[in-house]
């Protein structure tokens, strides 16, 4: 099935500063890849997402970049703010399932003042 | 914004025993979900159902059940509970088949097996 990785489990940047997170997935009928924030002691909530037929897709200060070739995907956080720390996770959807996700193991940002 | 709830919100209970835990989602969304969270495995989906009476197994469903009872009504059953089912449990829904695939996610429930 599909696997997907989340390559830092945890990422400091200083407030203004840009913040990267980067997924990469197995399944290459995934087309739909969805990022989801957590605040200490929280449940989670959507951020962005992006399908397969973009390669880039931005909400306000938030980037997703696509590159199917090489299975990767990843968030851009611009500008980052106190706001912005909490654990982030992508996730992918396998084969067209139209609900199941795969979720990578998370990471923790922190934007240092 | 899709409201859902869990219950309880923390549970204690020892190696063997029977737990439930309860999800109520009030946006008519088809689909539901149960996932477990643990440190450096991130969400793991264990059943999820897209409709009442429906389930579906996930990825992680050893040693669980799940049931839905209604639209709005999904259940986690834990009936011989162990150590290693420890976790924080998250419920989730979403519309799948419209414009939106995303989730909803409740905020989550801690079992402590003992």
């Known amino acids: 099935g599909e696997k997907v990785e989340q390559h830092e489990s945890t990422l400091s940047v200083r407030e203004g500063d840009s913040a990267v997170i980067n997924c990469t997935y197995t399944?290459?009928?995934?087309?739909?890849f969805p990022w989801y924030k957590q605040e200490a002691g929280k449940g989670l909530h959507f951020v962005i997402d992006i399908r397969s037929n973009v390669d880039r897709k931005q909400s306000q200060r938030l980037i997703v970049l696509l590159d199917k070739k090489a299975k990767r995907f990843s968030l851009h956080i611009t500008a980052t703010q106190p706001e912005d720390s909490a654990i982030y996770f992508c996730?992918?959807?396998?084969?067209?399932?139209?609900?199941?996700?795969?979720f990578g193991g998370g990471t923790r940002l922190t934007v240092r003042p | 914004e899709a409201a859902v709830t869990q219950s309880p919100r923390n549970k204690v209970t020892v190696t063997g025993g029977n737990v439930t835990l309860s999800c109520r989602q009030t946006n008519s969304h088809n689909y539901m979900y149960w996932y477990r969270q643990d440190t450096g495995h991130g969400l793991r989906l264990i059943h999820y159902s897209y409709g009442a009476g429906n389930l579906q197994i996930g990825d992680v469903p050893d040693g669980y059940k799940a049931t839905r009872t209604t639209q709005e009504d999904f259940f986690l059953l834990l009936e011989l509970a162990s150590p290693s089912q420890t976790s924080l449990y998250f419920c989730?829904?979403?519309?799948?088949?419209?414009?939106?695939?995303?989730?909803?996610f409740g905020p989550g429930t801690r079992l402590l097996v003992l």
């Open positions: 989730a829904s979403s519309d799948v088949g419209g414009s939106q695939d995303t989730q909803y």
């Open positions: 399944d290459t009928a995934s087309s739909y």
């Open positions: 996730a992918a959807n396998p084969n067209n399932a139209g609900a199941k996700l795969t």
